[in-house]
């Protein structure tokens, strides 16, 4: 029996991990994956309070490794099905058959990136289709490469491709971008970046690999876009189908919870993007992975 069981090893678990054991109370984290999250991609990290310049890997071990001396336990293990209650104490069950009973839990099970649900899209993931420049985008170095979104990763994935990539192109539906004016300032510097603006991808060509995009305008207006790679970046989706029968959902599949990260069933607690919120940063992540924490912790000893 653990007092705190904590689903994801991101910024918002590992914070919640380093409050709750402070508290005194025993925490287990299962993570399917590696620890840090979607943020081990990211190549610099300029908003994080007082840390300027980070790399995202360079954040996130050091978050792990923190969380690690304060005594957290960690199962690298998915986590398959949850039961129970504040009352009777919940059970996790993950998929190599680890069972763990907990007073509490906090899921802080992430996001992860939207596919585009082409013909062809799993074909050519690897070959050309990517939802990380960070990680595949040396394969490209020289070559042309085009990223398809316009929030802040699409930006900064343009960003970093251009250091590396001859040409690249920035594909997005609407006429302006959503992400932050100085990413967008940042981008358009470069000579080597060509927006396509109120654009989609609508179809994937190539044979061994991808050499095309046919991009579709708002208009309706067809146009062959060649290029060597298309990394792609059109929003996120929260990985919590699995907490459906225990946690209120809402349409998009988020856990419906505030800034108390209190969820609708009593003991359990949401921490960082996999919750119902506006702004999904690193800094509001540790900010729910403490609040989460406290709350979950004073549960546990019957506060």
Partial sequence: MTDVAIIGAGTAGLTAAIYARRAGASVTIFEGEAPGGQIINTPEIDNFPGMPGVSGYEYANKLYEQAQSFGTEFVF?????VEGSLEEGFVLTTEYGTVCEAKTIIIASGVKRREMGLAGEQEFTGRGIS????CDGAFFKGKTAAVFGGGNTAVEDAIYLAGICKKVYIIHRRNQ?????????ELLAHDNVETKLSYTVSAIHGDDKLTSVTLTSVEGRDEELVTDALFVAIGLIPENGVFKDIVELDDAGYVAADETCETS???VFAAGDCRTKDVRQLVTAAADGAVAAVAASRLSRGG
């Fill in 265 to 267: 069933t009593p003991g």
């Fill in 77 to 81: 293990d998915k986590v398959k099905k």
């Fill in 131 to 134: 939802y990380c420049a960070t």
């Fill in 177 to 185: 971008f959503r992400a932050d004016q100085a990413l967008v300032d």
